[in-house]
């Protein structure tokens, strides 16, 4: 298990240090804001949705910790290719995940590598930090165009 923990780390630090897909897109037809008071994260998302309500590109800028930074980083990744319908589902998901919610009984299934955050729960702090990229997307996703407060 310790093996484990260090494997989710040492992703978690590398996605912090080199973010997947950072930077804005002026393509993008969807974005939202999000921040994080608590920690003083503070995001940007920028998606590319086609005609058929699939992400094609998936992008974000700003600044936080490496607990946000390495979520929006692996969140942009997963998001590719996924229908808007897909990237809700995941949204729940990985929310129980990092929340530690034993109500769903499809926790972390299907999540790939975003089951680094599993540990996340442990420390409820940091929950929001972890989350704050999907509360945005979902902001985007619903086309609001408020920013997206944690609190
Ligand atoms: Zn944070």
Redesign the pocket.
């Known amino acids: 298990m310790d093996d484990l923990r260090e494997l989710y780390q040492s992703v978690i630090l590398d996605h912090n240090k080199n973010p997947r897909n950072f930077g804005s897109d002026a393509d993008a037809n969807r974005s939202a804001e999000g921040y994080?008071p608590?920690?003083?994260?503070q995001l940007k998302l920028y998606l590319k949705v086609d005609e058929s309500d699939s992400v094609i590109d998936a992008h974000f800028d700003g600044s936080?910790?490496?607990?946000?930074t390495a979520s929006a980083s692996l969140m942009t990744e997963t998001l590719k290719g996924k229908t808007l319908d897909e990237a809700k589902v995941l949204f729940r998901r990985f929310h129980s995940l990092v929340t530690g919610d034993p109500s769903e009984s499809d926790q972390g299934e299907g999540l790939g590598k975003l089951e680094v955050f599993s540990g996340v729960c442990r420390y409820p702090a940091?929950v929001?930090?972890a989350t704050?990229a999907w509360h945005t997307v979902k902001s985007a996703l619903d086309e609001q165009n408020e920013i997206v407060s944690t609190e």
């Not at 608590?38 to 994260?41: E, F, K, L």
């Not at 936080?64 to 946000?68: M, N």
């Open positions: 994080n608590i920690c003083g994260d936080g910790c490496a607990i946000s940091r929001k930090c704050l």
